[in-house]
């Protein structure tokens, strides 16, 4: 049974720049939420996605945006790149039927430059 | 608005000790609490998850007590092992059973 994968593990990018990232839930999930961990920090909520809408959002600028797929998988965006952006970028997956107990990916490491 | 908070940050202990880790939060409206363990890097690995309704869980050498009516839950870490070493976070689940609500997490360091 696959966990919550995520793409990509690294990420470098330039200040203004824009970047994609994409996570696919663990079998059998049909929600999805993205987290931002600055470094020493606990995670912070970015937004959730369910039925392919965004569910609810949390204290995060229009420049994170978000969409999920038929397939549940999920894709976050973030336009004009600033370098506190620079942060481990978590995914997690839950189904509300087995008590939205939430299982996380990896996590992708942007580093803004 | 919810906060939660963590202490100790950090903790070192040797090998074989009984521990406890504290977990408080502001709002008692809540939809559960979960304690997740995080090595140097990675994603979150969920240790416990305790429903609003639920008092305590158990798995192996753990153990999760919620008393909601204080704001407190404390994971308890029975025989302590060097593998044990991690950051040790606790988060809570807004009334909507949507969002995660995140402390700073405690540093756990277990010597042999």
């Known amino acids: 049974d696959a966990g919550v994968t995520q793409s990509p593990t690294h990420l470098i990018k330039t200040r203004g720049q824009q970047v994609t990232l994409r996570c696919s839930p663990k079998?059998?999930?049909?929600?999805v939420s993205w987290y931002q961990q600055a470094l020493g920090q606990g995670p912070q909520f970015i937004f959730q996605?369910?039925?392919?809408?965004?569910?609810q959002r949390g204290n995060f600028p229009d420049r994170f945006s978000g969409h999920q797929f038929p397939n549940y998988s999920s894709e976050l965006n973030v336009n004009a790149l600033l370098l506190g952006d620079s942060a481990l970028y978590l995914c997690?997956?839950?189904?509300?039927?087995?008590?939205?107990?939430?299982?996380f990916g990896p996590g992708t490491r942007l580093t803004v430059t | 608005k919810q906060e939660v908070t963590q202490i100790p940050a950090a903790l070192s202990v040797p090998e074989g000790e009984n521990l406890v880790l504290n977990c408080s939060f502001t709002?008692?409206?809540?939809?559960?609490l979960q304690w997740f363990r995080q090595d140097p890097g990675k994603g979150l690995t969920s240790l416990l998850l305790?429903?609003?309704?639920?008092r305590e869980q158990t798995s192996g050498r753990l153990n999760a007590s919620l008393d909601k009516s204080s704001g407190r839950s404390t994971l308890y870490i029975a025989a302590s092992q060097p593998g044990d070493s991690a950051t040790y976070l606790c988060?809570?689940?807004?009334?909507?059973?949507?969002?995660?609500?995140f402390g700073k997490g405690t540093t756990l360091s277990v010597s042999s």
């Open positions: 305790i429903q609003s309704s639920q």
């Open positions: 709002d008692s409206a809540i939809y559960n």
């Open positions: 997690a997956s839950s189904f509300p039927g087995l008590g939205n107990e939430q299982y």
């Open positions: 996605y369910y039925e392919e809408e965004e569910r």
């Open positions: 988060a809570v689940t807004n009334q909507a059973g949507t969002a995660l609500i």
């Open positions: 079998s059998g999930h049909d929600t």
